[in-house]
């Protein structure tokens, strides 16, 4: 698991190699990958944008941007969290994803970017 915190929103990130629904002989290696973000802030923040940066290990690169997370934009009040599971597939067996979120402070309505800690996307067999 990774982690990071930027102004009092700490992102964690859980990957999971998707063995079912990857076709390695087609060059198709689907990850899941679990987001906690959890508010230790003050503030009640709102989930408004993410940003995604994904790179294969054959060194193409590609950016994912777009409103919210999996159709939601969440409202995080101070001491709680929000979970979702997402999914990502590469062209090759080794990767990785990073990225932001754009979050806006609801008590002054004041946005701020949150840093997604960059994370590997590695099929199991890769690691012995």
Same mark, same amino acid.
């Given at each position: 698991?990774? =982690? @990071?915190? =930027?102004?009092?929103?700490?992102?964690?990130?859980? =990957?999971?190699?998707?063995?079912?629904? #990857?076709? +390695? @002989?087609?060059? &198709?290696?689907?990850? #899941? !990958?679990?987001?906690?973000?959890?508010?230790?802030?003050? !503030?009640?923040?709102?989930?408004?944008? $993410?940003?995604?940066?994904?790179?294969?290990?054959?060194? #193409?690169? $590609?950016?994912?941007?777009?409103?919210?997370?999996?159709?939601?934009? +969440?409202?995080?009040?101070?001491?709680?969290? &929000? #979970?979702?599971?997402?999914?990502? &597939? %590469?062209? =090759?067996?080794?990767?990785?994803?990073?990225?932001?979120?754009?979050?806006? $402070?609801? @008590?002054?309505?004041?946005?701020?970017?949150?840093?997604? +800690?960059?994370?590997? %996307?590695?099929?199991?067999? $890769? %690691?012995?």
């Amino acid at each position: 698991m990774v =982690t @990071a915190i =930027t102004q009092g929103v700490k992102i964690s990130v859980e =990957t999971d190699y998707q063995d079912e629904y #990857s076709n +390695p @002989a087609n060059e &198709h290696f689907m990850f #899941s !990958y679990q987001i906690n973000i959890e508010n230790l802030s003050d !503030y009640a923040v709102q989930l408004k944008r $993410r940003q995604w940066f994904i790179f294969d290990s054959n060194g #193409s690169q $590609r950016e994912v941007e777009g409103e919210g997370v999996v159709g939601l934009q +969440p409202i995080i009040e101070p001491g709680k969290s &929000h #979970s979702y599971i997402s999914g990502c &597939h %590469l062209s =090759t067996d080794m990767g990785s994803m990073s990225g932001n979120y754009l979050m806006q $402070r609801l @008590a002054d309505d004041t946005e701020f970017i949150v840093d997604i +800690p960059e994370f590997n %996307l590695i099929v199991p067999y $890769r %690691l012995n």
